[in-house]
Nanobody, 127 residues
Framework: QVQLVESGGGLVQAGGSLRLSCAASGLTFSRYAMGWFRQAPGKGREFVAAISQSGGNTYYANSVKGRCTISRDNAENTLYLQMNSLKPEDTAIYYC????????????????????WGQGTQVTVSS
């Protein structure tokens, strides 16, 4: 079965950095566009970043642009999110999602387009 397992979350001070990972199994990873979303307490799931199947196309939410970098290693079936200059408002559970497509450079910011989700990893940024 398909599994997406996030890791790398934790408690960090404002201005610090974290690198999230999402290990995928049970799917042909290179045929999926991938995304990171987050959900803060009492709020809906929010798009953070997405990357195309080959990694050649990326897209970021304005709230993280310039501070985060999404990348993937198709040989290792792993998705990453490098987060720098973290702010307290970045505190949330971070989820990775997989979006199956025909060979494509398209990425999507809509959570409903994603077929599979991980269980999430908590990121807490203290002020």
């Amino acid at each position: 079965q398909v599994q997406l397992v996030e890791s790398g979350g934790g408690l960090v001070q404002a201005g610090g950095s974290l690198r999230l990972s999402c290990a995928a199994s049970g799917l042909t990873f290179s045929r999926y566009a991938m995304g990171w979303f987050r959900q803060a307490p009492g709020k809906g799931r929010e798009f953070v970043a997405a990357i195309s199947q080959s990694g050649g196309n990326t897209y970021y939410a304005n709230s993280v642009k310039g501070r985060c970098t999404i990348s993937r290693d198709n040989a290792e079936n792993t998705l990453y999110l490098q987060m720098n200059s973290l702010k307290p408002e970045d505190t949330a559970i971070y989820y990775c999602g997989a979006d199956w497509r025909q060979l494509s450079t398209v990425v999507t910011t809509a959570a409903e387009d994603y077929d599979y989700w991980g269980q999430g990893t908590q990121v807490t940024v203290s002020s």
